[in-house]
């Protein structure tokens, strides 16, 4: 079993930062590629940023690349995003997901554990 948690959302400016972390207990979710997915009201969810279980591999949307960045500790169980530059746009729930099977995917159905999600909103 395994229990994944996001925290760091909250309320920004636009053109402000913030850094979300995603924690997990149980299974060694170090060895997971890990993903982050945002939903905004009335769309569907969609990938923002993935991050191999090494570190080594990492890849963006198109409409983040640049402004986020995604990291991982895996001594401490957790993987970051780095999200700079923020606009009204990103306003949506961000969620965390692991992929046990390393896959490192854009793909939302690849990944197995997903947190609850914490809200990011940026003020125009």
């Known amino acids: 079993q395994v229990e994944v948690v996001e925290s760091g959302g909250g309320l920004v400016q636009a053109g402000g930062s913030l850094t979300l972390s995603c924690t997990a207990s149980?299974?060694?979710?170090?060895?997971?590629?890990t993903g982050w997915f945002r939903q905004a009201p009335g769309e569907e969810r969609e990938f923002v940023a993935h991050i191999s279980w090494s570190g080594a591999s990492t890849q963006y949307a198109e409409s983040v690349k640049g402004r986020f960045t995604i990291s991982r500790d895996n001594a401490e169980n957790t993987v970051h995003l780095q999200m700079n530059s923020l606009n009204p746009e990103d306003t949506a729930v961000y969620y965390c997901?692991?992929?046990?099977?390393?896959?490192?995917?854009?793909?939302?159905?690849?990944?197995?554990?997903w947190g609850q999600g914490t809200q990011v909103t940026v003020s125009s």
């Open positions: 997901a692991g992929d046990p099977w390393g896959r490192a995917t854009i793909r939302s159905s690849d990944y197995d554990y």
């Open positions: 149980g299974r060694s979710f170090s060895r997971f590629a």
